[in-house]
């Protein structure tokens, strides 16, 4: 089983910073990808930062420069450090895994409970 669990969120004012965590706990499985989801009321969810197992990194367009996702590989465990925040980044983070079972090439994807990040103007 793959367990995340999530941790970091709060309110904030616009231009303040924060860093979420997300802990995962596996048993049997082996993780790809980790990244970080949001999802804003009435909108989609949406990939926020992506890390390889081997340290590659992606962003949306609208956090290059503010955001930075980082892993810690020994532990499992996978951070966003978001900085300059907007009202506009409000929404629910979740944390996504992209996992196999041993040494099977079937893809699992897991995800954390969900974190809310609040920026007031």
């Known amino acids: 089983q793959v367990q995340l669990v999530e941790s970091g969120g709060g309110l904030v004012q616009a231009g303040g910073s924060l860093r979420l965590s997300c802990a995962a706990s596996v048993k049997g499985f082996s993780i790809n990808t980790m990244g970080w989801y949001r999802q804003a009321p009435g909108r989609q969810r949406e990939l926020v930062a992506a890390i390889t197992s081997g340290g590659k990194l992606s962003y949306v367009d609208s956090v290059k420069g503010r955001f930075t996702i980082s892993r810690d590989n020994a532990k499992n465990t996978v951070y966003l450090q978001m900085n300059s925040l907007k009202p506009d980044d409000t929404a629910v983070y979740y944390c996504?895994?992209?996992?196999?079972?041993?040494?099977?090439?079937?893809?699992?994807?897991?995800w954390g409970q969900g974190t809310q990040v609040t920026v007031s103007s």
């Open positions: 996504n895994a992209d996992c196999r079972l041993g040494s099977s090439t079937t893809r699992y994807n897991f």
